[in-house]
């Protein structure tokens, strides 16, 4: 069965600093991986997503995630954080074989940052 | 465009009780899916559906049941309610059943039961 674990449940870093997101999955088949972010009080959104091709993505705020199928992977990172950065991030996992879009996710990790 | 969109925002109910939380999807999706994030975790898949039929069911107890209307929006309905349903519930749409479609996210309803 398919199964997701974010490593950390808590990251506090400084502003200006980078900051790694780790995010392991296990399944038996090839996967779609995907990383949410939740600010206070709202729904998820959609940060990036592996589907095929090159394994690293990137999204428009500046971060990327690796797919590293070997290591069972989908590592989030940011080279240079921001205030506003602060919030939930979820990582997700699909397998591609299955029927439905529904999403198993993992418990989330609190990204804190401060000045 | 308007997102996924919720109602009610905020819901509070007794144990024993009945509840109904709907959901909008994104114009032009037809497959609606519920998720149920207790504090603290992550979201659970409950249901999706697509063309007004279930299509998926996660590990939900029978008190927990969806319908999609032939607009595409969708019902989930809670009966008996206990102190553990208290949670944030989303919906998500997206374009088609399965495939390269991603989900987007409305914003919940929190529902706190007492």
């Known amino acids: 069965a398919q199964s997701v674990t974010q490593l950390d449940s808590q990251v506090p870093v400084f502003e200006e600093a980078p900051v790694e997101l780790r995010c392991n999955y296990s399944?038996?088949?090839?996967?779609?991986l995907f990383w949410y972010v939740q600010y206070p009080n709202q729904g998820l959104q959609l940060l990036l997503k592996?589907?095929?091709?090159?394994?690293l993505v990137e999204s428009i705020n500046g971060f990327e995630a690796e797919f590293n199928k070997s290591q069972t992977s989908f590592h989030l990172r940011k080279p240079s954080v921001h205030i506003s950065d602060t919030a939930e991030y979820f990582c997700a996992v699909r397998e591609n074989n299955q029927a439905g879009t529904a999403l198993i996710f993992g418990k989330g990790t609190t990204l804190s940052v401060s000045s | 465009d308007a997102g996924v969109t919720q109602s009610p925002t905020h819901l509070i109910k007794t144990r024993g009780q009945h509840v109904t939380l709907r959901c909008s999807p994104i114009?032009?999706?037809?497959?609606v899916s519920w998720y149920q994030q207790v504090l603290g975790q992550g979201p659970q898949f409950i249901f999706q559906y697509y063309e007004k039929e279930e299509r998926g069911r996660g590990n939900f107890p029978d008190r927990f049941s969806a319908r999609q209307f032939p607009n595409y929006s969708s019902e989930l309905n809670v009966n008996a309610l206990l102190l553990g349903d208290s949670a944030l519930y989303l919906c998500?749409?997206?374009?088609?059943?399965?495939?390269?479609?991603?989900?987007?996210f409305g914003p919940g309803t929190r529902l706190t039961v007492t």
């Open positions: 592996y589907l095929s091709g090159s394994t």
């Open positions: 998500a749409s997206s374009l088609r059943l399965a495939g390269l479609y991603e989900q987007y």
């Open positions: 114009s032009g999706h037809k497959s």
């Open positions: 399944s038996s088949v090839s996967v779609y």
